[in-house]
């Protein structure tokens, strides 16, 4: 079966949902990834569907019209001082289609994050959606084995392991460790490359807007996507040069196609 892929809001950062459903269709992306759950970040559209009907609906005319679905919404962060209660947001993204939602720990106090989890993913399962957990460098769980870890101990059929194909390979997963849990502990993946070390500046930088097209860094992907399940990439490729160089729409459609390029190279 054809891979599928996803647009992701980081990749072309900063963009309104309306256009990022069309920029997503016009590459030739199968799904777009909408971030509904707004972080606060600078220049970040403050997209809550909850509170706005009117733009519900918008988006999903939209969707219809270029054929494009909703794979997931994002971002549940776990901390203290955020919200518990996401069920209105989880309404609206599920409406729209979507099945997954992103989410990531933002506190030390991991039994606090348990306990958060449990609810979380008790509310998604209302809705039909699976709670994706990633181990990002700039979060609190930075690594595969504190993920794995925290889904045994909130030990919900719902939340699943996220692997962003960066911070694995920053921690050093190996296909050992993706296979030491079973395949349907995974949920989807975010799919880009890393520089190679004579490019790379600093972690952040990287993480934030330098991420390298598929296959025009160091990262070793057919190993990864061979020991995962063959589940939807969303292509997350913040990289600030090339979205000057390229435009909003060129980037998109570059990192679509590079990352075409490797799976038929690897017959992933």
Same mark, same amino acid.
């Given at each position: 079966?054809? #891979?599928?892929?996803?647009?992701?809001?980081?990749?072309?950062?900063?963009?309104?949902?309306?256009?990022?459903?069309?920029?997503?269709?016009?590459?030739?992306?199968?799904?777009?990834?909408?971030?509904?759950?707004?972080?606060?970040?600078?220049?970040?559209?403050?997209?809550?569907?909850?509170?706005?009907?009117?733009?519900?609906?918008?988006?999903?005319?939209?969707?219809?019209?270029?054929?494009?679905?909703?794979?997931?919404?994002?971002?549940?962060?776990?901390?203290?001082?955020?919200?518990?209660?996401?069920?209105?947001?989880?309404?609206?993204?599920?409406?729209?289609?979507?099945?997954?939602?992103?989410?990531?720990?933002?506190?030390?106090?991991?039994?606090?994050?348990?306990? #958060?989890?449990?609810?979380?993913?008790?509310?998604?399962?209302?809705?039909?959606?699976?709670?994706? $957990?990633?181990?990002?460098?700039?979060?609190?769980?930075?690594?595969?084995?504190?993920?794995?870890?925290?889904?045994? #101990?909130?030990?919900?059929?719902?939340?699943?392991?996220?692997?962003?194909?960066?911070?694995?390979?920053?921690?050093?997963?190996?296909?050992?460790?993706?296979?030491?849990?079973?395949?349907?502990?995974?949920?989807?993946?975010? $799919?880009?490359?890393?520089?190679?070390?004579?490019?790379?500046?600093?972690?952040?930088?990287?993480?934030?807007?330098? #991420?390298?097209?598929?296959?025009?860094?160091?990262?070793? $992907?057919?190993?990864?996507?061979?020991?995962?399940?063959?589940?939807?990439?969303?292509?997350?490729?913040?990289?600030?040069?090339?979205?000057?160089?390229?435009?909003?729409?060129?980037?998109?459609?570059?990192?679509?196609?590079?990352?075409?390029?490797?799976?038929?190279?690897?017959? $992933?």
């Amino acid at each position: 079966m054809q #891979r599928k892929f996803s647009l992701a809001y980081l990749t072309i950062p900063g963009v309104e949902a309306m256009d990022q459903i069309r920029i997503a269709a016009d590459a030739g992306y199968d799904y777009v990834s909408l971030r509904t759950i707004p972080m606060g970040q600078p220049g970040e559209p403050q997209l809550r569907l909850e509170e706005d009907p009117p733009m519900l609906e918008r988006i999903r005319e939209a969707m219809n019209e270029y054929g494009v679905k909703l794979l997931d919404i994002e971002l549940v962060r776990i901390r203290e001082d955020l919200p518990e209660d996401h069920r209105a947001a989880f309404e609206a993204g599920a409406s729209l289609g979507a099945t997954n939602v992103l989410s990531s720990v933002w506190t030390d106090n991991f039994d606090f994050a348990a306990e #958060r989890y449990a609810k979380i993913c008790e509310q998604a399962a209302e809705f039909g959606l699976d709670v994706n $957990l990633e181990f990002p460098i700039v979060s609190r769980i930075t690594t595969f084995a504190q993920a794995v870890e925290m889904q045994r #101990r909130v030990n919900m059929p719902n939340l699943k392991i996220f692997v962003d194909t960066l911070y694995a390979h920053i921690d050093g997963v190996t296909e050992e460790d993706i296979k030491s849990i079973p395949p349907e502990n995974y949920g989807i993946i975010h $799919l880009c490359d890393c520089p190679h070390k004579e490019k790379f500046l600093d972690t952040l930088h990287i993480v934030r807007e330098a #991420r390298e097209y598929c296959g025009e860094g160091e990262i070793n $992907l057919p190993m990864l996507l061979k020991a995962l399940p063959a589940h939807p990439c969303s292509i997350e490729l913040p990289n600030l040069v090339n979205i000057h160089k390229y435009g909003g729409y060129g980037h998109a459609k570059r990192c679509l196609q590079k990352a075409k390029e490797l799976f038929a190279a690897y017959d $992933l």
